[in-house]
């Protein structure tokens, strides 16, 4: 494999010793912090701290699909040498009622089963012992008895009717959105969005119009990093330690579980050895906090890799969509009905419903478009958020329908796309304008490094070539807030407090470099402290590529306001008004006087004394506007847009169906790169990831059973899965209220990367996939078909 | 379900354990015992650990071929500059099992005592007709690698018993390929392989020896003989004609019958015409005589092809 890193990768502080110091940070490749640690294995995961002595917690998960619980016989596994306790989702709900039914959008999920089972693999029975192995061999001897219901495998049986998942909805209380559906009943739909764009009208004379079923299967994160959680009673408060993206989340979470004041729960996380959504809302946080607090006891849940695989999902996702274009070749309509497979809880499908739904007509300027999207129970495990947040589902769709769009009318795709895309300042189809949102940069920079222009060397034997393309849309998740502290220390360092949660994705590096630009503070002056409730502020959530933006601001914000600080107080000691002090790496300098102080002199002097501290805090809040519940529409349904392309060359061995990519090509409009060797390793992972949705990686289901969730069948692009060569490319067109005007970036090319793959494919062998992924058995039963004479 | 761990240093108390506790099981690499235990599916009662065993990770020539110990890694197997001399197929089989950390860990005799029907080595070792030294209390035997695996994930290793060596007869002339396709990520176990040598038969005949796997609930051994004068195109039909009847694979998440059935016929024409093309118009039929030391090559340009 070889990486076309335009950024070199910064060899560190060591280096930078004989240069000056420019005091310039955003911009620069800072090397990432914890690399040699993480690479040495001497980072400390949650997993890996010294904890006061707690017990372990194994539970008995269910064997069925859908049934009633009739009882739960302890006996056998309370005899099981170690085992202390063993609690049922009774026992739990008896001592704090309904509330131990949580999620973020609907208060569904119980931590233990209470009275039913919805999904093979549900906890239904706690076993407390001394040592993992006790609380395991406890777990087996829990007896449950089951009166079997109906499952619902198939989410559109589910939506056509019985059997029902939930006897009622239960939308969370927190928002006033979903109220209406409270109480609703004889549905497994539990949230439909509905956008409604321009009348539709016949097809003018000329035109043509593609449509197809497509599908997308559940697939699983699998973080390096396995969940985990701890958490005692430190006298009337609960401690939590937790491998978590949502810190502040599970603080309110927990606290309304328990009913307790939010400063009597403490979530504090560790750096996270990868996540991408599996880390999220409700997970292990709270049975162990429900554990711990009523039994006034110290408990950890350290899941194995199988169980990993029970606790959230990607959501597979149907969608029924099509695309009709003008004699001119102008996008008129676009019609989507989708339906997301959330599982047995909601989770936040059904915001994902909304989100994605928004944008299922793709980054077009189209006249006229309707979109049904539907969140969809079913006998599952709850699937939840996943790297794109359900947006690459269907672009699966828009994709594939805008390839074969442009070839019904003999064009060529990327040309089709250029002509249809999205401008500066266009209104997208949900009402919203867009800015900083270079779709027709991404898709030229992607197919120049291919060059797509040049003819394709096309062997006609037993290995075809082919080239696709593909681009992306997402809006980032509004309304959201961040918060941050910077403490400025008196010899010059900065400690910077925010609750954003480091999983690999590199923002200690940037939150450090967003921080130290106004201050000229040089690499490895600023210290990002792990969330801690008790310490960082409230943060919405680590994910959906928020952070840059968001905590950005707010640290810059904190940073700037620091830099003031230091100006007046620099001021008063030369006798000069604050307009005349400039900061430079150096420290303070007046420009008239020309006297010069350090941070650490000014500070010195300030207080009088070494070691003190400078403090200061910022917030940044977005706020939208709801969409009409009956066009979906809103002028300001999101903050800021996400646009990214890929394009791929690669072959297909028509004799084993393998196929083979040997250049891929990914870019994204970030705004504004604040660490360009970060971005780089964010569009190439994301774009890794998606060519395994692409190919095999795939969750399967037997009866409601999962059939390969253990990674000796489980699949992942391995080194040898890695296109031969990657091209990723950073598109810079800053963001008017962006820190420095940077966006996220983590999101951006997993969302067109399925669809460049199978587009290429497509112009390989001649044959458009609509089921995903593309493996090599579905490829050579569809050659074997193609040569069929029919 | 925990399993008393042994570390004996003689054969002789490794066979002690193995003939008197309740139900042994024998920890040699540990790469397939270790994710039994992960997953809490252990029965055994006894772990008995031969890594301390003097002379079990022996690799020596033979007026023959080569032994090889049983607790010999796959990866010396890989690299070595004997197996490379005498049996060049082998050393390129063993470098495609799974990936170096396994490769570095697993033993040859534990590899085949895993009996797993996906298996790469055997396949190999079946063309090469290696011959499995079996030990126990009642003394030694030997069980030709071509009856060694009975049944799906049965060998032919008795209770008692402790594989301690393989004995592999040098490689006869000819021409050898080895070919393995994964269906899903390219690094998985394989839904089909096939080792394949031709060597001469006789003057005017050439031998293709086959050996499968993952095609079939056990690693397949056959033989088919082609004139010497045949195209690779008439050498890949006898041979999938050969195949044809044997192969019976097991649907799973890798595949369907008929998939695997699709690429198991790959995997055989693609071997096949490798190494029949890979083979010297005039076999010589003669032993070949035993490579002294300094006809080897150095160890770096033993790097397997890619
Ligand atoms: C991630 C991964 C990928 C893999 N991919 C491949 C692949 O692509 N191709 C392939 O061929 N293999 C593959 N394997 C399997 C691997 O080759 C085997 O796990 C390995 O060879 C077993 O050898 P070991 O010494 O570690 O056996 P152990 O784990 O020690 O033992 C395996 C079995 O053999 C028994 N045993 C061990 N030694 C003896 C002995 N001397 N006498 C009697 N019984 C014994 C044990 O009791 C046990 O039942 C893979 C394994 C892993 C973990």
Known sequence: MTIDSRSAVSAGVADRGSAAFEGRAVGESWGRVAARSKVRGELQHAADEALRPCLDVVVTRSTRPHAEILGVDAARAKAVDGVVD??????????????????????????????KVRYVGEPVAAVIARGRAAARAGAEEVA???????????????????????????????????????????????????????????????SVTVSDEFWCPPTHHVPIELPFT??????????????????????????????????????????????????????????????????????????????????????????????????????????????????AYADVGPRITAKSGMVASGPYRIAQAHVRSRCVYTNKPSAGPFRGFGVPQVTWSHESLVDELARARGEDPAAFRRRNLLREGDVSVVGTPMHSADFVGCLDAVTAALDWESPLERPTGRYRRGRGVAVGIKAVLTPTISNAVLQLNQDGSATLLISTVDMGQG?????????????????????????DTDVTPYDTITAGSRSTYHSGNAVRRAAEAMRDKLIEIAAARFGVAATDVKITGDGLVSTQTQQKASIPELLHAHFGARGTTLTTEADFRTTWQPYDKRTGRSPQVTEHWFAGAAAAQLTVDTATGRVHVEHLAIAGDVGRAINPALVEQQLTGAAIMGVGHAL?????????????????????????????RITPIVVENPHRTGPYGAKGVGETTIIPLAPAIANAVRDAIGIRFTRLPLTSERILDALAAQEEPS | MTAALHRPRDLGAVLDLLAGTDDPMVFGGGTAVQILLKQGVLAATDLVDIAAVPGLADLVATPGGLRAGTMVT??????????????????????????????????????IAHGDYR????????????????????????????????????TAVGRGELVTALDVPTQPRGGAAFSKLSSLAANDWPVASAAVLVTAADDVTREIRIGLGALAPTPVYVAVTVAATGSDDDAVDAALAAVEPLIDPLPDVRGGVGHKRRLGRVAVADAVRAAWTDTPRDIPREPREEASDDHRLPFRRLRRRR
């Not at chain 1, 005692?232 to 993206?245: M, N, P």
């Open chain 1, 86 to 115: 063993v609690v049922t989702g009774a026992d739990l709900h008896a001592l704090l009622g309904d509330a131990i039914f949580t999620g973020p959008a609907f208060a569904d999920q119980p931590c233990l089963a209470v009275g």
């Open chain 1, 507 to 531: 923002s200690d590096t940037i939150m450090a470099q967003i921080a130290a630009e106004p201050l000229c503070l040089p690499e490895g002056a600023v210290r990002v402290v792990a969330a």
């Open chain 1, 696 to 724: 095999f990686d795939q969750l399967v289901f037997d009866e409601g059973q999962i059939v390969n969730g253990t990674l000796l069948d489980y699949q992942l692009p391995s080194i040898h899965d890695v296109p031969d």
């Open chain 2, 119 to 154: 298996l790469d080595p055997p396949t190999a070792l079946l063309v090469l007709d290696a011959r499995v030294e079996l030990s126990s209390a009642a003394g030694v035997r030997h069980v030709p690698i071509r009856e060694f695996f009975t049944g799906f994930q049965e």
């Open chain 1, 144 to 206: 449950v008895d089951y009166r079997e219901l109906d499952p619902v495998h198939d989410v559109d049986a589910a939506v056509r009717g019985a059997p029902f998942v939930h006897d009622e909805l239960r939308p969370s209380v927190v928002f006033g959105d979903l109220a209406h559906l409270r109480g609703i009943r004889d549905t497994n739909v539990n949230y439909e969005y509905v956008l409604r764009h321009g009348d539709p009208v016949e097809p003018p004379p000329g």
């Open chain 2, 74 to 111: 796959l990866r010396r197997m890989e690299t070595d500059p004997l197996v490379h001399d005498r049996a060049p197929l082998l050393a390129q089989v063993y470098g495609r099992v799974a990936n170096p950390r396994v490769r570095n860990t697993a033993s040859v005799g534990g590899n």
């Open chain 1, 230 to 343: 701890a958490a005692w009673r430190d006298g009337d408060r609960l401690e939590i330690l937790s491998t978590t993206q949502t810190p502040s989340y599970v603080r309110q979470s927990v606290a309304d579980l328990l009913g307790l004041p939010l400063a009597s729960v403490r979530v504090r996380t560790a750096p996270l050895g990868g996540s991408f959504g599996a880390k999220m809302y409700d997970r292990l946080e709270p049975l162990a906090a429900a554990l711990a607090w009523t039994r006034r006891t110290a408990v950890r849940i350290a899941v194995s890799r199988e169980e990993a695989f029970l606790l959230t999902t990607r959501h597979g996702a149907a969608v029924t969509g099509s695309m009709t274009a003008d004699a001119d070749g102008n996008i008129v309509a676009a019609d989507a009905d989708v339906r997301y497979d959330t599982g």
